[in-house]
T-cell receptor
Framework: AQSVAQPEDQVNVAEGNPLTVKCTYSVSGNPYLFWYVQYPNRGLQFLLKYITGDNLVKGSYGFEAEFNKSQTSFHLKKPSALVSDSALYFCAVRDRNSGNTPLVFGKGTRLSVIA | EAEVAQSPRYKITEKSQAVAFWCDPISGHATLYWYRQILGQGPELLVQFQDESVVDDSQLPKDRFSAERLKGVDSTLKIQPAELGDSAMYLC????????????FGPGTRLLVL
């Protein structure tokens, strides 16, 4: 079975500082990995995904994530946080080798960027 | 930029009543998903359609939930009768196909059952 862990319920960072939102995953085969962001009372917005190839994936709004197979991690990063980045962030995984298995989401990490 | 449309945005109902949610996916997207997101958790898949066919409804509580996508375009999710535990955000998403295709989400319908 596939699963995602987001170990931090809340991350606080000062505006202008780098931010990291952590994600680890478990799949039996090779993973497809995604990051989504959710603003209050809104649906999820796609940020980036890892399919294959370069371990560093660049996405929307200056976000990037690094796939680390040995640590089974896919942490989301941004060099300089903005107050407008404050939102709920979800990591999701799908096992590439398990047919049409559903996308499994983590519980989310709330990011608060303080001015 | 094309978006997934959902209505209503908010719904308040009493337990034992019937409710229905509507979703219009991005044009040309063959795959449609309904998720339930309970407060403080990530979305969980309820049902997945490929065109008009159900691909996965293993997590859909079929005694009270039903979903259809009759013409392979828009979709309706129904709950009858609603229970207190059904209070959640119901999200619709669509993608061009299955597998590694990116899913794009609508704004959701927030349901409160009293």
């Amino acid at each position: 079975a596939q699963s995602v862990a987001q170990p931090e319920d809340q991350v606080n960072v000062a505006e202008g500082n780098p931010l990291t939102v952590k994600c680890t995953y478990s799949v039996s085969g090779n993973p497809y990995l995604f990051w989504y962001v959710q603003y209050p009372n809104r649906g999820l917005q796609f940020l980036l995904k890892y399919i294959t190839g370069d371990n560093l994936v660049k996405g929307s709004y200056g976000f990037e994530a690094e796939f680390n197979k040995s640590q089974t991690s896919f942490h989301l990063k941004k060099p300089s946080a903005l107050v407008s980045d404050s939102a709920l962030y979800f990591c999701a995984v799908r096992d590439r080798n398990s047919g049409n298995t559903p996308l499994v989401f983590g519980k989310g990490t709330r990011l608060s960027v303080i001015a | 930029e094309a978006e997934v449309a959902q209505s209503p945005r908010y719904k308040i109902t009493e337990k034992s009543q019937a409710v229905a949610f509507w979703c219009d996916p991005i044009s040309g997207h063959a795959t449609l998903y309904w998720y339930r997101q309970i407060l403080g958790q990530g979305p969980e898949l309820l049902v997945q359609f490929q065109d008009e066919s159900v691909v996965d409804d293993s997590q859909l509580p079929k005694d009270r939930f039903s979903a259809e996508r009759l013409k392979g375009v828009d979709s309706t999710l129904k709950i009858q009768p609603a229970e207190l535990g059904d209070s959640a955000m119901y999200l619709c998403a669509s993608s061009r196909g299955q597998g590694l295709e990116t899913q794009y989400f609508g704004p959701g319908t927030r349901l409160l059952v009293l």
